[in-house]
């Protein structure tokens, strides 16, 4: 009986220690297994983590382009084009000469242009017709008769000039190439602008002449 339960006994040891051997191989192998499932997994995870951050980056390269465009592109209001702005006329700012037949004798033609400015002048303080022909005034004066003719000093014979009240005076010229195409001026004086032109006669003939 008792080298029976020993053997027994011997029997269920062996039984125990089968169950623990294979549990602590099959706990052993689930160890590895796990172990081996997590290294392989991690390994796994940094490639596609890295995409992932590649991409990202990519976007976002993609995004700040996109906003740099837009900041250097003029921004535009709306859809409509320009409105073009037509150009302003200028007002004419000359008036038409006026040329009417003679009223007097041995006058072709009176001509009044209204756009006549004074010469303008060097002389200071009071002023005083002078008909010495050395001086500034007489100078200014010619000066005023070449303008209303159109014809220049240079070529320009002054047969008369003479006093026609207290600011003005009447002078006779022609061309010196013609001098029967002959010219009645009348100029008055402008403070601060000097002698302007009034007006033109035609003279049929040079009453001046020699």
Same mark, same amino acid.
């Given at each position: 009986?008792?080298?029976?339960?020993?053997?027994?006994?011997?029997?269920?040891?062996?039984?125990?220690?089968?169950?623990?051997?294979?549990?602590?191989? *099959?706990?052993?192998?689930?160890? !590895?297994?796990?172990?081996?499932?997590?290294?392989?997994?991690?390994?796994?995870?940094?490639?596609? =983590?890295?995409? @992932? /951050?590649?991409?990202?980056?990519?976007?976002?390269?993609?995004?700040?382009?996109?906003?740099?465009?837009?900041?250097?592109?003029?921004?535009?209001?709306?859809?409509?084009?320009?409105?073009?702005?037509?150009?302003?006329?200028?007002?004419?700012? /000359? @008036?038409?000469?006026? *040329?009417?037949?003679?009223? %007097?004798?041995?006058?072709?033609?009176?001509?009044? $242009?209204?756009?006549?400015?004074?010469?303008?002048?060097?002389? =200071?303080? /009071?002023?005083?017709?002078?008909?010495?022909?050395?001086?500034?005034?007489?100078?200014?004066? *010619?000066?005023?008769?070449?303008?209303?003719?159109?014809?220049?000093?240079? $070529?320009?014979?002054?047969?008369?000039?003479?006093?026609?009240?207290?600011?003005?005076? !009447?002078? /006779?010229?022609?061309?010196?190439?013609?001098?029967?195409? =002959?010219?009645?001026?009348? !100029?008055?004086?402008?403070?601060?602008?000097?002698?302007?032109? *009034?007006?033109?006669?035609?003279? %049929?003939?040079?009453?001046?002449?020699?």
């Amino acid at each position: 009986m008792e080298q029976t339960s020993r053997a027994e006994r011997k029997t269920k040891r062996r039984k125990t220690n089968r169950i623990l051997n294979t549990a602590i191989a *099959v706990v052993a192998l689930l160890i !590895i297994i796990v172990g081996f499932t997590i290294f392989a997994g991690g390994n796994n995870e940094e490639p596609a =983590a890295l995409e @992932e /951050t590649k991409t990202t980056q990519e976007q976002t390269a993609a995004v700040t382009d996109e906003d740099e465009k837009k900041e250097e592109e003029p921004e535009s209001v709306g859809t409509k084009e320009p409105v073009k702005e037509e150009p302003v006329k200028e007002e004419e700012q /000359t @008036e038409k000469v006026i *040329v009417t037949e003679g009223s %007097e004798s041995n006058v072709e033609q009176d001509i009044v $242009d209204p756009n006549w400015e004074g010469v303008g002048t060097s002389q =200071a303080g /009071t002023h005083t017709s002078s008909f010495e022909m050395d001086s500034t005034d007489w100078q200014e004066k *010619v000066k005023a008769l070449s303008y209303a003719t159109g014809i220049a000093s240079d $070529d320009m014979t002054v047969w008369y000039i003479s006093g026609n009240g207290p600011k003005g005076a !009447i002078g /006779t010229v022609s061309p010196k190439a013609d001098q029967n195409d =002959a010219y009645r001026v009348y !100029i008055e004086w402008i403070e601060g602008q000097g002698w302007k032109p *009034v007006k033109v006669q035609k003279l %049929e003939q040079n009453d001046k002449g020699r």
